[in-house]
């Protein structure tokens, strides 16, 4: 099968510190091409990949000082997967909505995965327009805020099994948070909940441009007063250690989760999760296995005591049964046959290059065909 993979150009694949929808695209892609497909991706320039890369920025557009606006670099993306997408069987768009006008004439040839919250008014009438073209929510609660799209499956996410091992002797006794410092994350509720049982915690999060006010008026003064360690934005590499020694994840969110990766990748190395339960949490945790989910700081205080408690090796279990990422690739290619409407195995006839920097069989302004 002949996929297009179109990535946001903010982070490269994988991405060198934080970037969810970009890992989780990276994931996908290497996954697919293992079991066989025939991928090219659409990525920054410095993203390295077994597929096909067709570099669509130099380089990711957080790391580049020269970017301004990334909106420019959003449309030169989408007019080169569209003068190229006849090529393909499909190709899956990770960029959320903004491809849907360019690309309703060949819908039945497109998937979209959406990876950021849906629960505004103003996604209705879009997604009513461009009813033809399937989505694919990563959570049951993502997809019931938009009852009106054309949701065609739900796939939860997936990471490589080997990326990160259980440890069953966490060797710190400390509490983790880690993800962005923002206020729907609530670190706040973390360094509470840290504060009151007198355990540690330690914060490992990126701040963005639009959160600096925030983490400079509500956040940086709740680190005084000892107990809480602000590390700062981790790499890939330093997750392993960072969750694998952590006697629990806390997961404080605020708003509605379309999914939480960090939930996942705790769980990978066995540590047990206490999460608030909004959104898609109550889909990721089981309840009494990879954690426990609850409503206020109080009861969070209270059930932290069973969180500790649960078997680690029982944690990494459902993990592997739940949220690998060939159990998500496999997902999606039952998805992408579905959509095709073709139910015999289709095999792959071209070896996939390595690396940035190939030469893409892509014909730069080639009118697409979409008959």
């Given at each position: 099968?002949?996929?297009?993979?179109?990535?946001?150009?903010?982070?490269?694949?994988p991405?060198?510190?934080?970037?969810?929808?970009?890992?989780v695209?990276?994931?996908?892609?290497?996954?697919?091409?293992?079991?066989?497909?025939?991928?090219?991706?659409?990525?920054?320039?410095?993203?390295?990949?077994?597929?096909?890369?067709?570099?669509?920025?130099?380089?990711?557009?957080?790391?580049d000082?020269?970017?301004?606006?990334?909106?420019?670099?959003?449309?030169?993306?989408?007019?080169?997967?569209?003068?190229?997408?006849?090529?393909?069987?499909?190709?899956?768009?990770?960029?959320?909505?903004?491809?849907?006008?360019?690309?309703r004439q060949?819908?039945?040839?497109t998937?979209?995965?959406?990876?950021?919250?849906?629960?505004?008014?103003?996604y209705?009438?879009?997604?009513?327009?461009?009813?033809r073209m399937?989505?694919?929510?990563?959570?049951?609660?993502q997809?019931?805020?938009?009852?009106?799209?054309?949701?065609?499956?739900?796939?939860?996410?997936?990471?490589?099994?080997?990326?990160?091992?259980?440890?069953?002797?966490?060797?710190?006794?400390?509490?983790?948070?880690l993800?962005?410092i923002?206020?729907?994350?609530?670190?706040?509720?973390?360094?509470?909940?840290?504060?009151?049982?007198?355990?540690?915690?330690?914060?490992?999060?990126?701040?963005?441009?639009?959160?600096?006010?925030?983490y400079?008026?509500?956040?940086?003064?709740?680190?005084?007063?000892?107990?809480?360690?602000?590390?700062?934005?981790?790499n890939?590499r330093?997750?392993?250690?960072?969750l694998?020694?952590?006697?629990?994840?806390?997961?404080?969110?605020?708003?509605?989760?379309?999914?939480?990766?960090?939930?996942?990748?705790?769980?990978?190395?066995?540590?047990?999760?206490?999460?608030?339960?909004?959104?898609?949490?109550?889909?990721?945790i089981?309840?009494?296995?990879?954690?426990?989910t609850?409503?206020?700081?109080?009861?969070?205080?209270?059930?932290?005591?069973?969180?500790?408690?649960?078997?680690?090796?029982?944690?990494?279990?459902?993990?592997?049964?739940?949220f690998?990422?060939?159990?998500?690739?496999?997902?999606?290619?039952?998805?992408?046959?579905?959509l095709?409407?073709?139910?015999?195995?289709?095999?792959?006839?071209?070896?996939?290059?390595?690396?940035?920097?190939?030469a893409?069989?892509?014909?730069?302004?080639v009118?697409?065909?979409?008959?």
């Amino acid at each position: 099968m002949r996929i297009a993979q179109v990535s946001p150009l903010i982070e490269s694949l994988p991405p060198k510190m934080y970037g969810g929808t970009e890992r989780v695209v990276s994931w996908l892609t290497e996954e697919l091409v293992k079991q066989g497909h025939d991928i090219t991706l659409f990525a920054s320039g410095d993203s390295i990949t077994s597929a096909e890369l067709v570099p669509c920025s130099d380089k990711a557009l957080r790391l580049d000082p020269r970017c301004k606006d990334t909106y420019p670099h959003l449309m030169m993306l989408l007019d080169t997967v569209r003068t190229c997408a006849h090529e393909f069987d499909l190709v899956h768009f990770h960029v959320e909505f903004f491809h849907l006008p360019f690309f309703r004439q060949m819908a039945d040839r497109t998937l979209t995965t959406l990876h950021s919250r849906q629960d505004f008014n103003d996604y209705a009438l879009l997604y009513k327009t461009y009813n033809r073209m399937p989505l694919a929510a990563i959570s049951k609660s993502q997809a019931s805020a938009i009852p009106m799209a054309n949701v065609a499956g739900v796939i939860y996410h997936g990471l490589p099994a080997n990326l990160l091992k259980v440890n069953l002797k966490p060797k710190g006794d400390y509490l983790a948070f880690l993800g962005r410092i923002a206020p729907d994350k609530r670190p706040d509720r973390a360094i509470e909940i840290a504060r009151k049982t007198g355990i540690p915690l330690k914060i490992a999060a990126k701040i963005d441009a639009v959160d600096r006010a925030y983490y400079r008026d509500e956040i940086k003064p709740l680190l005084n007063g000892g107990g809480v360690e602000f590390i700062g934005e981790i790499n890939e590499r330093e997750k392993q250690d960072f969750l694998g020694n952590a006697r629990a994840l806390l997961f404080p969110i605020d708003w509605p989760e379309p999914f939480g990766l960090v939930m996942i990748e705790a769980m990978a190395c066995g540590t047990p999760v206490l999460a608030f339960r909004a959104g898609s949490v109550p889909e990721v945790i089981d309840e009494g296995v990879t954690g426990y989910t609850v409503d206020t700081v109080e009861q969070a205080i209270g059930v932290l005591p069973k969180v500790l408690d649960l078997d680690r090796k029982r944690v990494r279990a459902v993990f592997d049964e739940k949220f690998t990422a060939a159990r998500m690739a496999r997902d999606y290619v039952k998805l992408y046959r579905k959509l095709l409407n073709k139910s015999a195995p289709l095999e792959s006839h071209r070896v996939n290059g390595v690396g940035p920097g190939l030469a893409p069989r892509i014909q730069a302004g080639v009118e697409p065909n979409w008959t």
